[in-house]
């Protein structure tokens, strides 16, 4: 029957019978098609599956099985504060010395691979000390700092990329590769301070924005698993006596506050390249 035959139909129809009529052509428009005849299908006969030898533990296998996977960050020591922390966010603004923060964590960097740390850590300086920037090859209409041009301007007898990625950098030598770049630098082994001395620089630069703390330390000696590393600590806190590390490996660690003391202990570890403790670089703009 047309639609239109239909709609004639159910005119004549009262009012019941037509609410019936709707019902029924709306369920026989909405019902499948009748499936065709089917033979039942022959069920395959399932072999049971064979036993899997259990993985001895030390084997390749077991290793993987056992491994941790990558979830993220590596856990917090317990003895330091996330800077996300609420505790942590309450250190940083009740710190007089906190004025280093603001220009750092504006240009923060994560390292471009895991030798990279003292790359990433200069570039965060020196692009939050405002100073001339150069071109840059990744933003071409504009001057930047970046960890893919930073050996541009450097005797690569000081410093080279190839280098660099597979060993990092010592104290000495990111001392003299930023001595390439128009600002001030200044060079302290922890082994030449002490505790008291290497607090005061920390408290003292951090409370400036026109100059920052490069930190060389290694993790072992404050809770953290890895070996030497660079970061810019941000601020420091006197109530605690700790000091915010701004931890470049992002992918590892997030924003920390650690104690002086094992931040001390940390640059005194000796670096196995250069045979001498690691420390503090202090990068700033230079007077004119």
């Known amino acids: 029957m047309s639609t239109y035959s239909s709609m004639r139909a159910m005119r004549r129809l009262s009012r019941p019978d037509w609410v019936v009529a709707v019902l029924v052509a709306a369920l026989a428009a909405c019902a499948p098609v009748p499936p065709a005849t089917v033979e039942p299908a022959v069920q395959p006969t399932v072999q049971p599956a064979a036993i899997q030898p259990a993985v001895q533990p030390g084997t390749r296998a077991g290793a993987q099985a056992t491994a941790r996977p990558a979830d993220g960050p590596l856990p917090v020591p317990p003895n330091l504060v996330a800077l996300a922390q609420p ?45 001339r920037r150069p071109e840059s090859t990744q933003y071409p209409d504009f001057p930047f700092f970046s960890q893919e041009d930073f050996f541009r301007g450097i005797e690569p007898l000081v410093a080279n990329a190839a280098q660099v990625s597979r060993e990092g950098m010592t104290l000495d030598q990111l001392s003299a590769a930023l001595n390439a770049f128009p600002v001030a630098v200044g060079k302290y082994h922890a082994s030449d301070l002490s505790l008291d001395q290497f607090r005061d620089l920390v408290r003292a630069t951090t409370g400036r924005n026109d100059r920052f703390v490069l930190l060389n330390f290694r993790r072992m000696e404050i809770g953290e698993t890895g070996g030497g590393h660079w970061s810019p600590l941000a601020a420091y806190d006197a109530a605690s006596d700790s000091a915010l590390l701004l931890d470049v490996a992002r992918y590892k660690y997030p924003a920390l506050w650690v104690p002086v003391a094992q931040l001390y202990a940390a640059a005194l570890a000796v670096d196995s390249v250069s045979g001498l403790s690691r420390g503090i670089v202090i990068v700033g703009k230079r007077q004119n």
């Open 87 to 131: 505790a942590g966010q309450k250190r940083l603004l009740g710190s007089v010395s906190n004025q280093s923060y603001w220009p750092l964590s504006q240009y923060f960097e994560t390292q471009r691979n895991e030798a990279y740390c003292s790359v990433a850590t200069s570039v965060m300086a020196l692009n939050a000390l405002g100073i």
